[in-house]
């Protein structure tokens, strides 16, 4: 019987992949983890922390820069498979490993939470969610992680349930229901904890649903506070612009006399949540995005600017009051919606005093910067992607746009290396035509007000883009031949790795974007890279399980990476 590390050394020498193969692992039985409880100090601390991958996004700042330096750019052409472990679900594969002290935590689509020995790839526990009679979730089953502290792992799954699991067993000590999935809400999001707390966001946006994010109480379940994501009154400011000065061509009287007509439309107008907030502990606020509002491509019936879809947002992390907002897009009728999860650094001012700030990468293809204070914006990046056209407004027989409603970048999180004051975005270029069809609330059935398809007859590809946030300039970037989704990783060794859809996973320089590095991982590698210590040896790990969203093909392979 060949094992998973010694197969994993013989792909590496080969160049080949084991997924899809029928390789049986050198152990077969399931054992308690030897999980050791996560206190808040070491979450707080996570981001100089040489041996863990404590967050979804590395740390509370969301930076997804690891401080270990054992890889670096002198050796990363050594690097090779320590481990592969083969999941039992072969679907899209989105997760974030979390690990803590030798323990790794991954989930898969459909909500299947594996306990591994991170040296080894040995399975301890396995966690399968009984999941309910009814999901209605939007682009594809997938779960990007879970959240640990204390003595529990947290789940958020397609059901809308978070569920609180034993991290030495994987047996369930709470469930919660977050909402309702027959009304279209959903949780494919990693949860975080903070202080006692577990914040979740929802899905939905798709659905007519009315968005949130919620605190629940990390030992017992119960809600702590919520915030709605679309404001009561969500008309706003009539705004005609976006946050770029593009003019957006709204018909400001049809909207108004159509408030008039049907009042204030906040109870279905989305404002979903799909990634974790930016936690600052100093300011004790949340930072996230809101996604776009419903039904997506017609705004004829939702007037005004639909507060708070499309924004940046900041709410007290005691209490979910809220703080300050920037919306991107008002009235968004391309489905350009803000997903990319927010990263806080210290960035320069527009007077060139460096100031708490707050980034956030784009569908429409910019990197937005953004004062944490009272999120006013400070600037935005050159754009990373075509923007021909904007904003091309939808019709009944289809407009082209640039961007599609891919991106830019969609849900994948940057990184940043603080050093060289850069964050690394991964982009598609995917031309589109924008079809508007109005109909009225379905009632938790998808709800787009029309269509949106990818111009076959034109190129679709991707970039990886190296933006100075103190400047908006672009550093470097570089182009890859096919859209990009999945997210990057940043390392004190001067490294930025992440993968594509054809299955390449590959090791840039962080300061030139010179490729270092590539290994072909036989399935899409759309999910965001992590890295940890183990006995002194520094470990990339990632998922190989490509993506429903845009059809990367499908695997189930978590690939553990080392130089010796």
Not at 22 to 38: D, R
Not at 173 to 180: E, G, L, M, R, S
Not at 417 to 429: D, I, R
Not at 444 to 460: D, N, P, Q
């Amino acid at each position: 019987m060949v094992s998973f590390k010694m197969a994993g050394a013989l792909v590496g020498a080969l160049g080949l992949s084991l997924a899809g193969a029928s390789l049986s692992p050198a152990w077969s039985q399931s054992k308690g983890a030897p999980a050791t409880p996560v206190t808040q100090e070491q979450l707080n601390a996570a981001a100089g922390d040489e041996n863990n991958f404590l967050h979804t996004n590395g740390n509370y700042d969301q930076t997804r820069y690891f401080p270990g330096k054992q890889i670096n750019t002198s050796n990363v052409g050594k690097l090779h498979p320590a481990w592969i472990f083969q999941t039992e679900v072969k679907e899209s594969q989105e997760t974030t490993p979390i690990v803590v002290n030798g323990v790794m935590y991954v989930t898969t689509s459909f909500d299947h939470v594996y306990a591994l020995n991170a040296k080894t790839g040995e399975e301890y526990w396995h966690y399968t969610h009984a999941m309910g009679p009814i999901t209605t979730y939007c682009c594809g089953p997938n779960n990007r992680g879970v959240a640990v502290y204390d003595d529990k792992v947290y789940l958020a799954t397609l059901d809308s349930k978070l569920v609180a699991l034993d991290a030495k067993t994987g047996s369930i000590v709470w469930q919660t229901q977050i909402a309702d999935p027959t009304l279209g809400y959903s949780e494919t999001m990693a949860p975080t904890a903070v202080n006692g707390k577990i914040l979740i966001g929802t899905n939905g946006g798709e659905y007519g649903i009315r968005g949130f994010v919620r605190a629940y109480d990390a030992k017992t379940g119960k809600l702590i506070w919520n915030f709605d994501t679309t404001a009561e009154k969500s008309v706003g400011v009539w705004a005609t612009h976006d946050a770029t000065g593009h003019d957006m061509h709204r018909d400001i009287e049809a909207e108004k006399a159509q408030l008039a007509k049907t009042g204030d439309p906040y109870k279905t107008v989305g404002g979903g949540v799909w990634q974790n907030p930016a936690v600052d502990l100093k300011l004790n606020r949340i930072f996230f995005v809101v996604g776009n509002p419903s039904p997506d491509l017609d705004g004829a019936i939702r007037p005004g600017d639909n507060l708070y879809t499309e924004s940046l947002v900041s709410v007290d992390l005691d209490t979910g009051k809220y703080a300050c907002h920037f919306q991107f897009i008002p009235h968004d009728v391309w489905d350009l919606d803000a997903v990319s999860p927010t990263v806080l650094v210290d960035a320069k001012d527009k007077d060139g005093n460096v100031v708490p700030a707050v980034i956030h990468g784009n569908k429409i293809g910019n990197v937005f910067v953004n004062s944490r204070k009272d999120c006013s914006l400070i600037r935005f990046s050159q754009p990373m992607v075509s923007q021909e056209g904007m904003w091309t407004l939808p019709t009944a027989e289809g407009a082209r746009m640039l961007p599609g409603a891919n991106g830019g970048v969609e849900w994948s999180p940057m990184a940043v290396n603080p050093e060289l004051g850069l964050t690394y975005a991964v982009n598609l270029h995917q031309p589109m035509t924008y079809q508007v069809q109005s109909s009225p609330y379905p009632g938790g059935k998808l709800w787009l007000g029309g269509a949106f398809k990818v111009i076959a007859t034109e190129e679709s590809f991707g970039n990886v883009t190296a933006i100075d946030y103190n400047t908006g300039k672009i550093a470097w970037q570089k182009k890859t031949p096919l859209p990009m989704m999945g997210g990057a990783l940043t390392t004190a060794g001067g490294l930025m790795f992440t993968g594509e859809g054809d299955g390449w996973f590959r090791a840039y320089d962080a300061k030139s974007g010179d490729v270092l590095w590539s290994f072909f991982a036989g399935a899409g590698v759309n999910a965001p890279p992590a890295s940890y210590s183990v006995d002194g040896k520094q470990y990339i790990v990632v998922g190989a399980g490509g993506n429903v969203q845009i059809n990367f093909k499908r695997g189930n392979n978590i690939i553990a990476f080392t130089v010796d």
